[in-house]
């Protein structure tokens, strides 16, 4: 049996398929499938719903980590591939069928055509479209499409035996999933998705046919142009209920939005609707406050978060800030809030190529390519982790800016007046210390040079860089600055920090995996050790269970 709940709202359409789990609880068993970013919201959920007993009869899983279990159950263990390991492969495939290509000739060497490649290969395969199939349909096309096709071709081959997206893993599920007990006679529930790729819907086909009843939560709506991709999701549905001979069943649950749910409700749907009626319900929802300066803003808001935790017992994790330039509060918001005694929660990622410990990594390789040219040694210097503390660092770049020291020069003790063309404003002590500078930031690198000069694999150039980081201790340099984060109440920033490191030690360990005893130039190891870092992004989870989230529009 197939249960649709479509109404307009989407906490009213969960909580009623939450009121099905609750009052069958003890009869079978539940699984709850929602999107890989829902999953501990979907926990909290389930627990607030059906109590402690929840736990025995119901669990929350993602359509990846269900069908990892499956596979599990059938004894196939499937190794991932990561977005770095995807760009190594895609890259290894462009170069591959090099001879074949007019218009895709240069991707391996641009960033932007790999990614984009990456995404028709995901959509290609996420469509259930084999190489073959693209090949036959793009043979009277155009040459670009061509070869999309071979470039394709060549991905998939490479990518044999690797889960390179959740789909891989989906497919592959699908023979086995009558073999798993889990899905067998269960109660199914899904919802957080506003439709279905074709792998899996494979998916969803061999699960309602499989469980005792499957409910599906999405969102409906009255405009078919905001809501065409639901309106196509339930209409599948119910084609596939239909074919399999099941009885379907369409809800819409009853609205029971509290007043300042229904005021929020309308100020999305009519803000920037000038023909919009007046809101004919009860004010009082929406306050508009008047600040001078940021800071008194984020003082405020602080200030707001504990009085309803304080006054009206409010659960900071029900608290949101939400911010249309986020980047610009989010220092100012966690002083305040550090200030105030309240934990702030920053919901973001970032790419890790602009993190520090990542931008020392990259400015070192591109420093050391450059003959050490005067661009790439600031760029490492300024990243905080060449070897100088923070007075001598601007010291050095201060020097560095006055006398435009490139290239060999940095092999040489300096001897340049300290004050500039003021030759009798010399500081001898101060050009010792810049010197000792010198020597500290140069001598690694230096001796990364030397090494590269017997390189010429991705396995020898892999060893190389790692030699590099662990000779300027890269890692205990990190480890120092998170202990100075935690210090100052900034433990977000250090655990992003801490990611930085593994996700480096991860990038060379694929290197070594995907490219091997395969040639390559030292330019193209450069490249391709930042293209693989910059597909990592860092985020963090809360670091308390209890916290205020703050998040852009």
């Not at 043979?139 to 035996?161: D, F, N, P, T, W």
Request: overall charge negative; some cysteine; aromatic content about 8%.
């Amino acid at each position: 049996m197939l249960v649709l709940i479509n109404g307009s709202h989407e906490k009213d359409n969960i909580d009623r398929l939450y009121s099905y789990v609750s009052g069958g609880l003890t009869e079978g068993r539940h699984l709850i499938i929602v999107p890989e970013t829902d999953s501990h919201r979907a926990e909290r959920a389930m627990l607030e719903a059906c109590g402690n007993r929840g736990a025995a009869y119901a669990s929350v899983t993602t359509l990846t980590r269900l069908s990892e279990r499956v596979l599990a159950s059938a004894g196939i263990k499937i190794p991932h591939a990561d977005k770095s390991a995807r760009i190594m492969l895609m890259h290894k495939a462009v170069r591959a069928v090099q001879p074949l290509l007019e218009y895709h000739a240069k991707a391996a060497r641009r960033t932007d055509m790999l990614a984009g490649l990456i995404d028709v290969a995901d959509e290609l395969k996420s469509s259930g479209i084999t190489p073959e199939e693209f090949l036959t349909a793009t043979s009277g096309l155009s040459q670009r499409l061509k070869e999309m096709a071979v470039i394709y071709s060549a991905y998939c081959g490479l990518c044999q035996g690797l889960a390179v997206q959740s789909g891989d893993l989906i497919k592959l599920a699908v023979p086995y999933a009558a073999q798993h007990s889990g899905i067998s006679g269960a109660n199914v529930y899904l919802y957080g998705f506003d439709g279905f790729t074709a792998i899996e819907y494979t998916l969803l086909e061999q699960i309602m046919a499989l469980s005792s009843r499957t409910v599906i939560a999405i969102k409906g709506g009255e405009d078919e142009a905001l809501f065409m991709s639901q309106i196509k999701t339930k209409g599948r549905l119910v084609r596939m209920a239909e074919a399999m001979g099941q009885e379907c069943r369409i809800e819409a649950p009853p609205e029971n939005a509290s007043d300042k749910a229904k005021v929020t409700a309308y100020l999305a749907k009519a803000l920037f609707d000038y023909a919009s009626k007046p809101f004919a319900g009860a004010g009082g929802a929406v306050t508009i406050y008047g600040c001078k300066t940021i800071s008194d803003e984020c003082d405020l808001i602080a200030a707001s978060c504990r009085r309803l935790v304080l006054e009206e017992g409010a659960r900071l994790r029900d608290i949101a800030v939400v911010s249309a330039g986020a980047d610009e509060y989010q220092h100012h918001m966690m002083k305040a809030f550090f200030r105030y005694g309240v934990p702030l929660y920053v919901a973001r990622k970032e790419s890790l190529i602009s993190n520090p410990p990542a931008v020392s990594v990259v400015s070192a390789m591109k420093a050391v390519r450059d003959s050490f040219g005067m661009d790439s040694m600031l760029a490492y210097i300024k990243s905080g982790f060449a070897g100088a503390h923070k007075d001598g660092q601007e010291r050095l770049e201060n020097y560095l800016n006055t006398w435009h020291i490139a290239g060999s020069k940095w092999a040489e003790r300096w001897t340049m007046s300290t004050a500039g063309y003021d030759l009798s404003g010399n500081d001898e002590a101060l050009l010792n210390e810049i010197n000792e500078l010198r020597e500290r930031v140069f001598s690694p690198l230096a001796a990364f040079k030397a090494q590269l000069s017997k390189c010429g694999t991705g396995r020898e150039f892999s060893s190389a860089l790692l030699g590099f980081i662990k000779d300027i201790e890269l890692e205990r340099s990190i480890e120092e600055r998170i202990a100075g984060f935690k210090r100052e109440g900034r433990e977000q920033e250090g655990a992003e920090y801490s990611a930085v490191y593994a996700a480096v030690e991860n990038v060379l360990a694929q290197l070594e995996e995907v490219f091997g005893e395969e040639e390559l130039s030292y330019d193209e190891f450069v490249r391709l050790t930042e293209l693989a870092l910059s597909q990592y992004e860092v985020g963090s989870i809360p670091m308390s269970l209890d916290s205020v989230e703050l998040t852009d529009f």
